[in-house]
């Protein structure tokens, strides 16, 4: 890999996870108000996280992954906004199962547990966002 797409890949990285950092924001703050207000945290879960995902597909093909897009002449595609539901559904899913075995199981603290989720998360949520949807 030549050093031009070595920087590339960083810096989309590096915006992947700025525009994270922001949908994280968003996921965290509505989770632990619902969480607070009593709602079980698989529910809450499921309407944080899709806040989170509604921003994170319009900032991610606006700033990250902008570049896929040049030259297409319609900035919306359906496709790719299917792509992106199915990775989150997926995703969501395993945020769901690793939420359960930490908090269910393993007796940890839910906020706690959501933050181990979320770094595993990421990680899946990037790759697939790259090289799947975007």
């Known amino acids: 890999m030549s050093d031009k797409k070595l920087r590339a890949g960083v810096i989309q990285f590096l915006k992947f996870n700025a525009v994270g950092l922001l949908n994280t924001l968003i996921d965290f703050a509505i989770f632990t108000l619902l969480n607070s ?40 595609d359906r496709m790719q906004l299917l792509k992106f539901i199915v990775l989150n559904l997926i995703v969501l899913g395993i945020s769901l199962l690793l939420m359960h075995l930490l908090t269910d199981k393993l007796g940890i603290q839910v906020l706690i547990s959501k933050v181990l989720v979320t770094f595993v998360t990421v990680i899946i949520n990037f790759f697939g966002s790259r090289k799947w949807v975007f």
Do not use: E, H, M, P
Request: overall charge positive.
């Open 37 to 76: 207000l009593g709602l079980v945290y698989t529910l809450a879960q499921v309407i944080s996280y899709s806040a989170g995902t509604a921003n994170s597909f319009i900032l991610n093909k606006k700033v990250t992954f902008r570049d896929s897009d040049r030259g297409k002449k319609d900035s919306f």
